[in-house]
C-alpha cells in the first residue's frame, strides 16, 4: 500500500511534507517502523506483553 500526495493549489513543500507525515502516524507507518528497527527475541517480545497487560490491570 502506497501513501500518495496531491500538492493542493498553492500548497509549499514544508505543508506537503507535514501532510504527508501526518498520514503516515495516522496509518501507524512510523511505529512500525520504529519496532522494526532492532530485532527483538521472542522472548523479550513475550516479556514486554506481560509488563503492559500488568501495568494494563493496575494497581
Known sequence: MAIR???RN???A???L???KKLCEKEGLTK???KRAYYE???ERKQ???RKSVKR???
Open 5 to 7: 500526495i496531491k500538492a
Open 10 to 12: 498553492g500548497e509549499s
Open 14 to 16: 514544508e505543508q506537503m
Open 18 to 20: 507535514r501532510r504527508f
Open 32 to 34: 512500525d517502523i520504529k
Open 41 to 43: 527475541k521472542p522472548s
Open 48 to 50: 514486554r506483553a506481560q
Open 57 to 59: 490491570q493496575g494497581p
